[in-house]
């Protein structure tokens, strides 16, 4: 009698275990908690600076077609191919035009070098009409969402909330409250920490995206438990078992 309460204690331990672990906060789990209507210019004109190794897709048009055809360089003959050559920005944030030469872009947004690239061309072409397209805006989202992975963007302007919605939104294991940010900042790496909990977020300048941005979402406690004991449940269960076939056996 005395071993059979022992197992039943026993069981009885482990379920309040279990139960402890799942249990989730409702205030971990809500997204942009207390309404507000929020202004911030910042985020309004918020467009990602070019860096180096980013990839430039570049073309020159003109109401005269003729005389944007020597600024506009095509993959192949220019007969036979319609994609025009992409531009590689070096580790000095320099790009080479044709005819114009070498070209500082690193730091500017891609309007910024789409007006200083018309004031140029305005020497050579009357009315320049410039179209640039960042080619390798790509952002990655790790950790505790459904579907993790690199994502390449048409959209330059892409937020936090909308990068893990592509993701398929954050598992119920992850952490809202402590989103880790890695970005590339020129010769630095910076790491931010950001909640998603918070309407604050809407403030911050982090909350757009930059080209090749890292989200990692964290497992939360109740996850990094439940790891715990899943690596001990086996035993568990076999000891468990022993003894209720011992309590059959000393009947």
């Known amino acids: 009698m005395m071993i059979k309460n022992y197992v039943l204690n026993f069981n009885i331990l482990f379920l309040?275990?279990?139960?402890?672990?799942?249990?989730?906060?409702?205030?971990?789990?809500?997204?942009?908690?207390?309404?507000?209507?929020?202004?911030?210019?910042?985020?309004?004109?918020?467009?990602?600076?070019?860096?180096?190794?980013?990839?430039l897709n570049i073309t020159v048009?003109?109401?005269?077609?003729?005389t944007a055809m020597p600024f506009n360089l095509y993959q192949g003959s220019q007969a036979n191919s319609t994609r025009s050559i992409s531009y590689l920005?070096?580790?000095?944030?320099?790009?080479?035009?044709?005819?114009?030469?070498?070209?500082?872009?690193?730091g500017l947004t891609t309007n910024e070098l789409k007006d200083k690239l018309i004031v140029e061309l305005e020497a050579y072409i009357k009315q320049p009409i410039v179209n640039i397209r960042l080619e390798n805006f790509r952002v990655?989202?790790?950790?505790?969402?459904?579907?993790?992975?690199?994502?390449?963007?048409?959209?330059?302007?892409?937020?936090?909330?909308?990068?893990?919605?592509?993701?398929?939104?954050?598992?119920?294991?992850?952490?809202?409250?402590?989103?880790?940010?890695?970005?590339?900042?020129?010769?630095?790496?910076?790491?931010?920490?950001?909640?998603?909990?918070?309407?604050?977020?809407?403030?911050?300048p982090y909350y757009y995206l930059a080209q090749n941005d890292i989200v990692y979402v964290e497992p939360n406690k109740a996850k990094v438990n439940s790891s715990a004991i899943g690596t001990t449940s086996s035993l568990i269960g076999i000891t468990s078992a022993i003894l209720s076939l011992f309590l059959l056996i000393t009947r």
């Open 89 to 106: 920005v070096d580790n000095q944030g320099n790009i080479t035009f044709p005819v114009l030469g070498k070209i500082g872009v690193a």
């Open 140 to 204: 990655s989202i790790l950790g505790e969402v459904k579907s993790p992975g690199s994502f390449n963007l048409e959209n330059e302007k892409v937020s936090i909330p909308e990068a893990i919605a592509m993701a398929g939104d954050l598992s119920i294991q992850g952490k809202r409250k402590n989103i880790l940010l890695i970005r590339k900042n020129g010769e630095n790496i910076e790491s931010i920490r950001l909640d998603l909990t918070d309407k604050s977020i809407f403030k911050s």
């Open 61 to 66: 048009n003109a109401l005269d077609a003729a």
């Open 16 to 55: 309040v275990i279990m139960m402890a672990t799942s249990c989730v906060s409702k205030k971990n789990v809500i997204y942009f908690q207390d309404d507000a209507i929020i202004n911030n210019e910042l985020l309004k004109n918020y467009a990602p600076k070019i860096q180096s190794d980013d990839i």
